[in-house]
């Protein structure tokens, strides 16, 4: 048994300089580090629970659970005293689209940049904690509001589009934390920078669902980023914006002269190898559920669940597909007899969207109300390209 005497008394705590954490974070690849201190974060605590009331989140939950929590450093890690804030950047060039009907993803979602987010972060955390101090390193969680975070420590402000804007550089950031119980106030913490949008409403007027209800306001009801993560069905009337996306948004960044500034500053980078930036929409239809997870499951996918990927394929399919490829009928043929209600719902508005009528008459009489309700839907079929 060991005597209280021999237990080592503990590392003796050292005072770690924010400028010596700055040059670790930017030498390990991150685009900016800053520090706030670790109160509540507001505004993000009444905004999140004033828009959960109005019903603004819809299915959406993330940070919406519980906002308290996600508000408050100190339920990550007691005792927080400080978090510092880290940017890395995604900017890469846009790739061309293939000649096949493939489903477009979002630049976020292309790579994992947020594990390579958390390359960034954690020499900073190892030197806190080398030093005597805890830490807790979050990316992409949805334990803390990490945008609010950045904003406090004066790395960005909050657009129009409800991104954060760093100024000259855009919008093309994942943002993390580092929450410790280190003191690193003074000088180092910086004030929250004001709005810097002024006039230009360019993102509310280049989102083509309207999900942008005011400066900042997103309602998720009507946001196809999380449309087309949602388990439930792609409602009716926003699935010709869905266009050509198969993953994730960038409508309302794609506009912002701030990203466009960066653009001409300075050339984005080509996609690294590994990066999945079109995927052919016929392969997602035919592919496993194994070969579709092995290859896409590292997007959020609602209960891990092959289907909610086909399902926005499907609609891709209506909105890109070749009216006059007749490969497409046999192919919608065997998701219009699916066993997923979800499936055969989406299956005929795409088959009617691609004039295949015939395709969609056996569906009034379907055991399911959504999928009958899909024949009578108002839908624009297409014209077939010429």
């Known amino acids: 048994m060991t005597s209280r005497a021999q237990i080592p008394p503990p590392p003796p705590r050292l005072a770690v300089a924010a400028d010596e954490l700055r040059r670790v974070g930017l030498e390990a690849g991150l685009h900016a580090v800053g520090f706030t201190t670790a109160e509540v974060l507001e ?5 999140l629970l004033r828009r959960r009331a109005a019903g603004l989140n819809g299915s959406m ?6 906002p308290v929590r996600s508000t408050d450093p100190d339920q990550l890690l007691r005792g927080a005293a400080s978090m510092v804030v880290g940017l890395l950047g995604y900017q890469r060039a846009e790739p061309p689209a293939p000649a096949e009907a493939a489903g477009r993803v979002a630049r976020y979602a292309r790579d994992d940049f947020y594990r390579q987010l958390a390359r960034g972060l954690e020499p900073m955390a190892a030197l806190l904690r080398a030093n005597g101090w805890a830490t807790r390193v979050v990316a992409d969680s949805n334990d803390l509001v990490d945008r ?12 129009k589009n409800a991104n954060l804007l760093v100024p000259g550089a855009g919008s093309w950031f994942v943002v993390g934390v580092i929450v410790t119980d280190a003191p690193l106030g003074g000088a ?7 709005d810097g949008c002024g006039p230009c409403a360019a993102c509310l007027d280049g989102c083509p669902t309207g999900a942008l209800v005011a400066p900042g306001v997103l309602d998720a009801r009507r946001c196809i980023a999380w449309l087309v993560q949602s388990a439930d069905p792609i409602p009716v009337e926003h699935r010709e914006a869905v266009a050509d ?3 994730g948004c960038d409508a309302c960044q794609d506009p912002c002269p701030e990203n466009r500034v960066l653009d001409r500053r300075r050339p984005p980078l ?3 190898e590994t990066a999945v930036t079109w995927v052919p929409v016929r392969w997602i239809l035919t592919a496993g559920d194994d070969a579709l997870l092995d290859r896409l499951g590292r997007w959020y996918v609602a209960n891990r669940d092959p289907d909610v990927i086909r399902r926005t394929a499907l609609v891709v399919l209506g909105n890109t597909g070749d009216p006059r490829d007749p490969t497409l009928e046999p192919l919608l043929a065997r998701y219009v007899a699916h066993d997923n209600p979800l499936l055969r719902a989406h299956a005929v508005w795409a088959a009617r969207r691609l004039g295949l009528e ?5 569906a009034a009489a379907d055991p399911d109300p959504q999928v009958r309700a899909e024949v009578v839907a108002p839908v624009q079929a297409r014209t077939p390209l010429r």
């Open 358 to 362: 015939n395709l969609a008459g056996g």
């Open 270 to 272: 080509p996609e690294a």
């Open 148 to 159: 609010n975070a950045a904003w406090r420590a004066g790395l960005a402000w909050y657009g």
């Open 245 to 247: 996306r198969i993953y």
């Open 188 to 194: 180092s913490v910086a004030e929250p920078l004001a």
């Open 61 to 66: 939950e993330f940070t919406y659970r519980n």
């Open 43 to 47: 505004p993000a605590r009444t905004v």
